[in-house]
């Protein structure tokens, strides 16, 4: 039996997949909305849709794969049209906290050079200002201790990401995890610079200035913020 945040999580993976179009290049995201939208495209290849995906994590690549939806990499393809992604965190201005996945560097990849970037989401992932969720930063296994204290100093405490069974969290990157407690984050991209400059961080779960569309869907429906650059 679905509940209410899968329902809408499904209305808008059918609406976003309404945006790919025969013949692009698509970046496909990673979460729990994203699967559902690799259902819906599955089912729309197997009618005759031609795409092909570009996959933001092994779980994704895994799942698409299933579903029959055909996939290239970065090596192969000098542009993406489109990449569709979810977030954990959507502010007004449509910046958006990410990773809790712990994808956020595939991600961050593939989205900042897709053509257009399309986020769909729950309206639980709307907020006022980031920073509620823990602000995922991905840092190199080496020297985790220094880096998590430099971090510290800037006013958080970051928590070393661990499994459900207590293992470190390794990501796709073989990397760590430190989510961020900042509590509110009133300018991202200051944020994330402070963060980029210091040497272990690989990147920030921070997406500013990037989004195109979003896509939310509630019990009322679905409705779309457009970006307007
Ligand atoms: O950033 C992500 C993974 O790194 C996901 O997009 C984010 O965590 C949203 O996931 P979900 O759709 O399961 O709520």
């Known amino acids: 039996m679905l509940n209410k945040i899968d329902r809408n999580k499904i209305k808008v993976a059918e609406e976003a997949v309404r945006y790919i179009k025969n013949g692009m290049t ?10 559902w939208m690799l259902k819906k495209l599955g089912e729309s290849v197997n009618e005759g849709l031609d795409i092909k995906g570009i996959p933001t994590s092994y779980k994704t690549e895994k799942l698409a794969r299933e ?19 979810g977030a954990d965190e959507i ?3 449509l910046n ?4 809790g996945g ?25 907020v006022p200002a980031l920073g509620d969720f823990l602000l995922p930063v991905e840092v190199v296994q080496f020297g985790w201790e220094l880096t998590a204290h430099h ?12 499994k459900d069974n207590n293992e470190i969290f390794i990501t796709d990157n073989d990397n760590y995890i430190l989510d961020c407690s900042f509590e509110k984050i009133p300018q991202p991209t200051r944020l994330h610079e402070k963060l980029k400059l210091m040497t272990g961080v690989v990147e920030t779960g921070l997406f500013v200035g ?20």
């Open 210 to 229: 990037m989004v195109d569309r979003v896509i939310i869907g509630s019990d009322n429906g679905i409705r779309t913020h457009v970006n307007e650059f």
């Open 102 to 126: 712990g994808s956020l560097v595939r991600e961050k990849i593939v989205d900042s050079v897709a053509k257009e970037l399309i986020i769909i989401a729950d309206e639980s992932k709307l």
């Open 26 to 35: 698509v970046g496909l995201g990673s979460g729990s909305t994203i699967d």
């Open 151 to 162: 971090i510290s100093q800037l006013n958080c405490v970051p928590y070393l990401r661990k």
């Open 67 to 85: 579903y029959g939806i055909p996939l290239t990499d970065s090596s192969n393809v000098i542009e993406i049209d489109l990449a569709i992604d």
């Open 96 to 99: 958006l906290l990410k990773g």
């Open 91 to 93: 502010d007004e201005q």
